[in-house]
């Protein structure tokens, strides 16, 4: 395994040795659903889907956990505020977290826990740290006794002194004001669940930790987030999980933000960008395209011209592999891929450098079919762009990006469509590029984007052409 990961822990790049040969183990941290999806959650289920797609090339058999935090303050406070039952407010919003996920391509995890249905495993795990001194309880309230661990604070660089106080609204009978809840109390009108020491509800950080060990095993390999994570969630994880006494993750993976004016997208700031309105701007593969064409660990600054020069890079692929596969048929196709695309990708996943060797092959299969390259030339070069293309997620010739549209309607479409280019076609035959130019705004409008080449005029749908 040549593979190399940055580790968050270990503040370096590291060759990737999985726990079981063969296999790699991921866990991430999903959707807290107290609210509806932004492109700033979609970043992070993209790096960590092309993550697994890349494992699943070298040959290892993947088991990716994605989570849902289904109870917190902030659904308790949201749901409250909008007027509905937690549980209802939660669900709504982890439904449009499934279908944001769908529209994207990003691919299911292999099982999706809700923290909901893990309180015994989260009982079994505070009683272990009870046990091993790391714990105690205050009546109903068990927190975490953060001086009991001597690396709090490794993986984030934070020194115990200058730990501010845990997030919990009063102390409660802590110890430290350092120390965080494992467990909260019942309070009046909230959800709660029995424990031997009384009823309440689970802190943030343990429902991960008693999932992760629950689906991953005792040591796994990869535990994945957003930067803004790093403190003090996956702190807090770690302090739990080798506390009580597991090894817990090798590799800890955090993919930073994406930002607007330079600040990191939020709910606080005003400025969080929906994938619900993003795709009237774009399709979903060119916003997928979009935030997953920078390193994982580099800011993504947003704006409107970012998304259309990446939605610009994609319809290059996407001109170039319709246009060959006209050319040299579909089918099953034997792909290679360029030692530059696989070193990069090795490189802690350089995905901006492999977009690079991905963009001049299409380069050079736009020579190929404009020139007099045989047929298995130009085959090898398709079959080899749509592989590095489907390893990001972005093949276009993928079932999930092929234009869902009732096959009778579509037929119907074409007819239409084809009529219109070849009157706009004996129009530019007779010179009269005004009327011409008057039947491609017309498709225009009507969100149909046409692409004028060698062997005639194309066309696609593209919800952002009638912009």
């Known amino acids: 395994m040549t593979l190399r990961l940055h580790d968050t822990a270990s503040r370096s790049v590291r060759e990737f040795q999985p726990v079981r040969p063969g296999t790699a183990s991921i866990y991430v941290c999903g959707a807290t659903v107290q609210s509806l999806p932004h492109i700033g959650h979609m970043r992070s289920a993209v790096v960590f889907d092309v993550l697994r797609r890349w494992l699943e090339y070298k040959g290892l058999a993947v088991t990716l956990i994605r989570n849902v935090t289904d109870i917190d303050d902030k659904i308790l406070a949201k749901s409250a505020e909008a007027g509905y039952p937690w549980w209802e407010w939660a669900m709504l919003n982890e439904r449009a977290f499934d279908s944001a996920y769908t529209c994207l391509g990003v691919r299911p995890p292999s099982y999706e826990p809700r923290a909901t249905g893990h309180v015994p495993e989260m009982i ?38 200058d730990v501010p106080q845990a997030e919990d609204e009063s102390l409660r009978g802590k110890r430290d004001p350092r120390d965080f809840a494992l467990w909260k109390s019942a309070k009046p009108g909230e959800p709660t669940w029995p424990t031997p020491w009384g009823a309440g509800r689970p802190g943030w950080h343990l429902e991960c930790s008693a999932m992760a060990t629950k689906y991953c095993g005792e040591e796994f390999d990869i535990h994945g987030g957003g930067l803004d994570l790093v403190f003090p969630h996956h702190e807090n994880e770690i302090a739990q999980s080798q506390g009580a006494g597991y090894p817990f993750a090798r590799y800890w993976m955090h993919n930073a933000w994406v930002t607007t004016a330079g600040e990191k997208m939020s709910k606080s700031l005003g400025n969080t960008l929906l994938v619900s309105e993003l795709i009237k701007q774009a399709r979903p593969v060119e916003l997928r395209y979009y935030l997953g064409s920078a390193h994982y660990r580099s800011m993504l600054e947003f704006s409107p011209e970012s998304l259309t020069e990446a ?72 079959a080899s762009v749509r592989l590095m293309a489907d390893l990001l997620g972005v093949d276009p010739l993928a079932k999930e990006w092929v234009q869902d549209v009732d096959a009778g309607i579509h037929e119907a479409l074409s007819a239409l469509v084809d009529h219109l280019l070849l009157q ?16 491609r705004e017309t498709l225009r409008r009507a969100g149909i984007a046409v692409e004028d080449g060698a062997a005639g005029s194309r066309w696609t749908l593209d919800p952002a052409a009638d912009q």
Not at 336 to 363: E, I, K, Q, T, Y
Not at 424 to 439: K, L, T
């Open 424 to 439: 706009r076609q004996s129009a530019r035959d007779r010179r009269d590029f005004a009327a011409a130019d008057e039947i």
């Open 311 to 382: 939605a610009a890079g994609y319809h290059r692929i996407e001109s170039f592999v319709q246009r060959a596969t006209e050319r040299v048929g579909g089918g099953e196709l034997d792909a290679v891929l360029p030692p530059a695309f696989v070193a990069a990708m090795d490189d802690d996943l350089g995905v901006s450098a492999a977009l690079a060797v991905l963009h001049n092959a299409v380069s050079d299969g736009n020579t190929q079919l404009g020139g007099d390259a045989a047929a298995p030339e130009l085959r090898a070069t398709l």
């Open 124 to 161: 079994d795990l505070m009683s272990r740290l009870i046990e091993r001194g790391h714990a105690y309880a205050v009546g109903a309230d068990v927190y975490y006794d953060v001086r009991s661990w001597p690396g709090y604070g490794d993986l984030s660089g934070h020194r115990l002194e």
